[in-house]
């Protein structure tokens, strides 16, 4: 794979996300697959990080099958559930936390992160808010522009805790990932 790039395989996301289903994790790694693949790239493919953290990795996965993608034939919600697999693989890569719940509607975000490590403990205690947004082919302008609405629709949330939104953009890939 990637020289001097950690590897991050998408069927591990079932075993990163605590407090998420198998079934949603699948549904994550499909989508992923199918919106990597759409964008012509193969599994071993390097991925950029950047905003308020700097890192880049190789992402591997099984290649999507026909199934998949007539499954994922919406190409809007595929490429929100793909980017929502991504972000869960990169979180606890970067940041201290992981995916510890799906947000009810209406908070501002998508998830809630606890600690990496251990119990994911009491609700709000030592948690951050997580929102996620794909894009499955953009450019610069339009990243930057769904940047600014996320960290803007994060901080509008009552809740007093940190967070974090993350943008990823399928086809260059990159995952631009700043604090809110």
């Known amino acids: 794979m990637g020289a001097n790039r950690p590897e991050l395989n998408l069927s591990d996301l079932e075993k990163k996300i605590l407090g998420?289903?198998?079934?949603?994790?699948a549904m994550m790694v499909e989508t992923a697959c199918v919106c990597l693949e759409d964008q012509k790239h193969s599994s071993g493919v390097a991925m950029k990080v950047d905003g308020d953290f700097d890192a880049a990795f190789t992402l591997s996965w099984n290649a999507a099958s026909d199934a998949m993608r007539r499954a994922?034939?919406?190409?809007?919600?595929?490429?929100?559930?793909?980017?929502?697999?991504?972000?869960?693989?990169?979180?606890?890569?970067?940041?201290?936390?992981?995916i510890v719940e799906r947000a009810r509607k209406g908070p501002h975000?998508?998830?809630?992160?606890?600690?990496?490590?251990?119990?994911?403990?009491?609700?709000?205690?030592?948690?951050?808010?997580?929102?996620?947004?794909?894009?499955?082919?953009?450019?610069?302008?339009?990243?930057?522009?769904?940047?600014?609405?996320?960290?803007?629709?994060?901080?509008?949330?009552?809740?007093?805790?940190?967070?974090?939104?993350?943008?990823v953009e399928f086809s260059q890939p990159l995952s631009r990932l700043v604090k809110a």
């Open 20 to 25: 998420i289903s198998r079934a949603r994790s």
């Open 72 to 98: 994922w034939a919406d190409s809007q919600e595929a490429t929100e559930e793909g980017a929502c697999g991504i972000a869960a693989l990169i979180i606890p890569e970067l940041t201290e936390y992981k």
């Open 109 to 167: 975000f998508d998830y809630w992160l606890g600690p990496k490590e251990g119990d994911p403990g009491i609700l709000f205690q030592n948690k951050a808010r997580l929102e996620i947004s794909g894009i499955r082919c953009g450019q610069e302008k339009e990243i930057k522009a769904r940047v600014k609405q996320k960290k803007k629709q994060v901080r509008l949330s009552t809740v007093p805790l940190p967070g974090f939104a993350a943008i």
